[in-house]
């Protein structure tokens, strides 16, 4: 058990509809990073708060949005769901935001778009 | 083009042998960093280890090592007397400090450790 949690384990939906993820970092961490896992796109990064402010942005869409709040959860909305949005969600966390920092991650969200 | 090339995307091992999976890596960027993933088919992303492009010597975490070859822009994780439990998919990831501190991760390895 790494100490990231994320609900839901699984989520399934239909297109055009829009869900939120949550994740709790380990206790102390101040960074979260989102990731999504797809077939056929691999493991992609897709950003990353410290702190409550964002600090790295990768191949996030602008369909998708995150925050980081005030007592360090995050969540990610993912809106317009569409087939190819079906993926593994993984949240992770480290105590830094330095680059060396070890992640761990939660066990992620499975969503399934319909 | 790929930033992170993971050339192998299956091998199989004897139990006890030592493995080495191979990743090469692309920036022009001064200061990146270089990590090692492992998923076991349960699906968590567990960490394994850390190179920072600075770092004189190559990591090692137990039975993980990271044979880091700066001029050739290779990090292939090693890892020593395998176990059936190594089985799992492998990822090398890098992440680019200096341009937009992005995270880029492999294709993968999927390692399968004979009994």
């Known amino acids: 058990d790494s100490g990231v949690t994320q609900t839901p384990k699984h989520l399934i939906t239909a297109t055009g509809q829009r869900v939120t993820l949550r994740c709790s970092p380990r206790s102390g961490d101040l960074s979260v990073y989102w990731y999504q896992q797809s077939l056929d796109q691999g493991l992609q990064f897709l950003i990353q708060y410290y702190n409550g402010e964002e600090r790295a942005k990768g191949n996030i869409l602008e369909r998708f949005s995150a925050q980081q709040f005030p007592d360090l959860h995050s969540e990610l909305n993912l809106s317009s769901l569409e087939l190819g949005d079906s993926a593994l969600y993984f949240c992770?966390?480290?105590?830094?935001?330095?680059?060396?920092?070890?992640?761990?991650f939660g066990p992620g969200t499975r969503l399934t778009v319909l | 083009a790929q930033k992170i090339t993971q050339t192998q995307p299956g091998m199989f091992v004897q139990e006890k042998e030592a493995v080495t999976l191979d990743c090469t890596y692309d920036?022009?960027?001064?200061?990146?960093?270089l990590f090692w993933y492992k998923q076991p088919s349960s699906g968590e992303m567990i960490f394994l280890i850390y190179?920072?492009?600075?770092?004189?010597q190559n990591a090692t975490e137990g039975r993980y090592s990271l044979n880091f070859q700066k001029a050739r822009k290779s990090a292939n994780l090693v890892i020593s007397a395998s176990q059936l439990g190594d089985s799992a998919m492998y990822f090398c990831?890098?992440?680019?400090?200096?341009?937009?501190?992005?995270?880029?991760f492999g294709k993968g390895t999927r390692l399968h450790i004979l009994p």
């Open positions: 920036t022009s960027d001064p200061s990146y960093g």
């Open positions: 190179q920072g492009s600075y770092d004189q």
């Open positions: 992770a966390s480290s105590i830094r935001d330095s680059q060396g920092s070890e992640q761990f």
């Open positions: 990831a890098m992440r680019e400090s200096v341009r937009d501190d992005k995270i880029i």
